[in-house]
């Protein structure tokens, strides 16, 4: 595998249904209109986005030629005022539940933290992972809520 796919592999698990886990993608029932690697130049306004990106690399080299890629993961959520009530605690209460869901995505499913073998472990070295809302003072006036979810993975081993 390469250091240069692992955003991409990411968001292939985070797009993936029908395994159990709860669904991100509103084409596949979950609240999430769009859930892609890197962000665009101008995102797309008035829609549910999240946007996978990859703040760090870490290499440990061990045994001579072996070397493990630890990947620092950060996800930018962006949730649009929507409820059409003009309620902005509504919309922060949908916007609660579909981080819980992302959450539970990058859980994983019980007896593999692999994401479906694209990684080593995802979230279990640092075993945590960190949500960081933006403070809804600061995006109100964008009509948005905003949050970051870093966490970590670990890839397979490469040789070189």
Known sequence: MSTA??????????????DGLPALLVAAGGP?????AYQPRTPG???????????QIHEK???NVRRMPTYEFV??????LSSGQGIAEADQRAFDA?????????GGLVGDKSHGGRF????????????????PEQTLSVAEFRAEITYHADD????G
């Open 5 to 18: 796919d692992a955003v991409d592999r990411e968001v292939a698990w985070l797009t993936s249904s029908g």
């Open 32 to 36: 999430w209109g769009n859930v892609q």
């Open 45 to 55: 306004k008035r829609s549910t986005n999240i946007f996978v990106l990859r703040r």
């Open 61 to 63: 080299r061990f045994a």
């Open 75 to 80: 996800l930018k959520l962006i949730w649009p």
């Open 98 to 106: 579909a981080v819980d869901l992302v959450l539970t995505r990058i």
């Open 120 to 135: 080593l472990s995802v979230a279990e070295n640092p075993e945590y992972v960190n949500v960081r809302f933006t403070d």
């Open 156 to 159: 397979t081993e490469l040789v």
